[in-house]
């Protein structure tokens, strides 16, 4: 015996028959969410008011952490508690573990009065003395992964504690972004003497570990560390130990960018020491030619920029930055020229050392020993055609009543195979 079923029952087994219940588009199915493991956002109000505006996330399978801010806020000497938020400001925190959520609300009104209230749940509960207790043990939390209150309590520790107080302080920091704001605060502070600045080049270098934050600070305060010749080497070797190719590069090329900068040879060694040390081929040519376009190359340090140079895999950046150095001319040309092309005959490409070449013979006004070396050259370069070019375009210009210059040109014309390319060569000496 069979009970009728009702209307929209059998409506839902004929559209489950059909398969319609299992379009996607209809059920709109989610995957299952991922979990957000740290997210930060930090807003700086550049109107009349002059307000930081700040929000923190952060959450795991197991707890999350809200906190936002608006104003300037001071913690207590202790930190164990807020002591003034702007008027008109406020801080919000929160924090659920394992769904037990707890909080605190702080605003401040017209006249800068503080109004505090503390939530467990949903529920307010008497912020005395529970609420107080949980905040003070909550507060080095927020400070280690906020910059909340940062310019007032560096501001506090730089006068009890010196800088010293402050490196002790960034070390109780777990975010880079953080450590960031109280070294930039700290540069800002009155009285910094040479051993001080010293010393922060040498913990910011060790304690921040992203490479972007590390790349904006060194920038950000160059003209500080850099007007002072004994911190040279220190700022290098801080940019040295960064790992991006792509930041440390960033730094560098700001650092010889900076108008009026003349290197002394000792920075020129250094700066050329960091460039090494960029794997990419692309970041290192463009930083070092823009080195050698900015600054004079010095004589003593010309086999060193050939080092860093045959150390390019890129024959194109090789080539790019080879011939940047011979446009530019400059005077140690003359005293390293056999330098300069064993550093173009490593260049394996027959096009870009024969371009290269080509730009050495019409940029110069070679004399007759260079012009014997240049030719000495040519058999390096593999192709027929490449070599043709080159010699024709010596033939052009080269002193044919010096015989050794043409028993070098006739040397190098010999080792051209096609009979085509050899006879037009030969029949530029007429």
């Not at 199915?29 to 923190?56: G, L, M």
């Amino acid at each position: 015996m069979f009970t009728a079923l009702p209307f929209h029952m059998i409506a839902y087994i004929a559209a489950a028959h059909l398969g319609l219940l299992f379009d996607t588009h209809l059920l709109q199915i989610s995957p299952p969410a991922t979990p957000v493991h740290t997210s930060t956002e930090v807003v700086q109000d550049t109107s009349v008011r002059k307000r930081h505006t700040y929000q923190y996330t952060h959450s795991d399978n197991n707890q999350s952490t809200e906190i936002n801010y608006d104003g300037d806020i001071a913690f207590t000497d202790d930190e164990k508690d807020i002591k003034s938020i702007s008027p008109g400001g406020f801080f919000k925190f929160s924090k659920t573990t394992f769904g037990n959520r707890r909080a605190v609300h702080i605003e401040s009104n017209s006249k800068g009065e503080l109004k505090r209230t503390y939530y467990v749940g949903k529920t307010q509960e008497p912020y005395e003395p529970d609420g107080r207790k949980w905040l003070a043990d909550m507060l080095p939390e927020v400070i280690a992964n906020t910059g909340i209150g940062a310019q007032e309590r560096v501001r506090r520790i730089y006068g009890q504690k010196g800088v010293d107080g402050i490196m002790e302080a960034i070390e109780e920091i777990s975010s880079d972004y953080t450590k960031s704001i109280y070294f930039n605060y700290l540069i800002q502070q009155n009285g910094l003497k040479e051993k001080d600045l010293t010393r922060i080049l040498e913990v910011l270098s060790d304690q921040v570990h992203s490479d972007h934050e590390k790349s904006k600070l060194l920038q950000n305060w160059s003209s500080i560390f850099l007007q002072n010749t004994s911190l040279v080497s220190t700022y290098l070797d801080a940019v040295k130990d960064i790992s991006s190719d792509y930041e440390k590069a960033r730094v560098l090329r700001h650092v010889i960018l900076v108008p009026s900068s003349k290197f002394s040879e000792a920075t020129f060694t250094k700066t050329l020491d960091a460039i090494s040390g960029i794997s990419s081929d692309y970041e290192k040519a463009k930083v070092l030619s823009e080195l050698l376009n900015k600054q004079e190359l010095p004589e003593k340090h010309f086999k060193q920029t050939m080092i860093v140079v045959s150390g390019i895999s890129s024959d194109y950046e090789k080539a790019r930055v080879l011939d940047k150095l011979i446009s530019a001319k400059p005077k140690v040309l003359n005293e390293h020229f056999l330098l300069l092309l064993e550093t173009i005959a490593k260049t394996n490409s027959d096009y870009e050392k024969s371009k290269t070449l080509a730009t050495l013979l019409k940029t110069s006004q070679l004399s007759e020993s260079q012009y014997i070396q240049w030719l000495g050259t040519i058999p390096q370069v593999h192709s027929d055609y490449e070599k043709g070019k080159l010699l024709q375009q010596a033939s052009r210009t080269m002193p044919k009543d010096k015989p050794a210059v043409v028993e070098a040109y006739k040397k190098a014309a010999k080792t051209i195979s096609s009979d085509f390319e050899y006879r037009k060569v030969m029949d530029n000496l007429d």
